[in-house]
């Protein structure tokens, strides 16, 4: 638009397209012009190249970018006033063909899922038995305000992770070398949320014995315990208020930067009459 008015040369030109303007408004057609009027002229050379305007007489040659240049800031202008509307609107704008849809994120994904954290949660004592709350214990763990410190900071926090259902925190504190680590964590986390975060059961309890730092390697632990369950429904030989007791010892590893402890794998073992000692995990 200004390289066009740039060729009218004159503020006077300038004028009659403005009023040739307010013959178009609303309608991007001239309307009421004064055919009588004499527009100004210019050279038509300026413009050869651009439109093939040189068979036409000066004066058509005048009311053709005159209307042009006139339903061009028409539409500028009610551009102006669109930009000048309401706080807050949004211009609406065609996806059209071959776009891509947004794929949700991973948190998104898991914040559909079904959980099972109380309403208080913050003034809660916390599942994993340290006798604090849980906005004191595993919560700031959860909401990623600090980084497991050691191997029992991440063995409380998943418990409590299993008993109020959040498979995130179960993908994000498990070590790469660990057998149940998986590249996909979106397939990962569906996959945990669907069977692996113990729904047939409750968790009644968290007993852990002190953790265990490697002589030789000071980012390796260790640590026994035991969890107890209680069946919530009946599953074949196990009735409903049935408890089991799960042990575990569970290895744990340091990286990272932030350096962080995660779970990398344990030997799991049940006191299940006829399965008391046997290894359940390879």
């Not at 651009?50 to 209307?67: E, P, Q, V």
Request: some cysteine; hydrophobic content about 30%; aromatic content about 10%.
């Amino acid at each position: 638009l200004n390289e066009m008015v740039f060729l009218l040369n004159k503020h006077t030109q300038y004028r009659y397209i403005r009023e040739l303007a307010n013959c178009t408004k609303g309608t991007g057609r001239l309307q009421n012009v004064d055919t009588t009027k004499s527009y100004p002229t210019y050279n038509d050379s300026s413009l050869l190249g651009i439109f093939n305007l040189g068979s036409m007489k000066k004066s058509s040659i005048n009311l053709i970018i005159a209307s042009f240049l006139a339903c061009t800031i028409g539409l500028a202008d009610a551009f102006a006033a669109g930009k000048k509307g309401k706080k807050g609107s949004k211009t609406v704008i065609g996806k059209g063909f071959g776009s891509v849809p947004t794929q949700p994120t991973l948190e998104e994904v898991v914040a559909k899922f079904p959980n099972r954290i109380p309403n208080n949660a913050e003034e809660c004592e916390c599942p994993c038995g340290s006798g604090k709350v849980y906005k004191n214990c595993c919560g700031p763990f959860h909401k990623k305000e600090k980084y497991p410190g050691s191997p029992i900071d991440v063995l409380r926090s998943r418990y409590t992770a299993f008993a109020w259902r959040l498979p995130l925190y179960i993908v994000e504190t498990t070590h790469p070398v660990c057998s149940d680590y998986e590249k996909d964590k979106m397939a990962w986390v569906k996959d945990l949320s669907r069977d692996g975060m113990f729904d047939s059961y409750e968790f009644v309890g968290l007993d852990a014995e002190p953790q265990e730092i490697s002589e030789d390697n000071d980012k390796e632990g260790f640590i026994n315990f035991k969890v107890n369950l209680r069946a919530n429904e009946n599953l074949g030989d196990e009735v409903e208020g049935q408890e089991i007791v799960v042990r575990e010892k569970s290895r744990f590893l340091c990286s990272g930067e932030p350096a962080s402890w995660s779970y990398a794998g344990g030997d799991v073992s049940s006191e299940v009459a006829g399965l008391e000692g046997v290894k359940l995990n390879y």
